[in-house]
């Protein structure tokens, strides 16, 4: 029974865990998107960048970064060309709405 309750403690403190984590990784996936809706806004272009996990040991050792966890990287600038508003489709097209 006592390596019971020590199991449950440990999963119940690892659920405990994987839940701040996620929350954490929203919070800075919404502090990102407001950071590109504000440079938008002052005529910069953005862009995040999804790629920096093929290397991440060198990303983290070429930013002296290896004792923290890298979790996302932006490039923020002057874009050099314009190339206008994408086409979109329309909401109705791609979100359904459920019926009372």
Not at 77 to 85: A, L, Q, R, T
Request: avoid cysteine.
């Amino acid at each position: 029974m006592y390596i019971t309750q020590i199991k449950n403690i440990t999963l119940t403190l690892k659920k405990f865990v994987d839940i701040w984590r996620t929350v954490d990784l929203q919070s800075i996936a919404a502090s990102i998107q407001n950071l590109f809706l504000a440079a938008t806004d002052k005529g910069l272009g953005s862009l995040w960048i999804k790629d920096i996990f093929v290397d991440r040991e060198g990303i983290n050792r070429f930013l002296d970064n290896e004792n923290n966890e890298l979790v996302a990287a932006i490039s923020l600038g002057f874009p050099d060309e314009n190339h206008g508003k994408p086409d979109r489709k329309k909401l109705s097209d791609v979100v359904k709405w459920p019926r009372d």
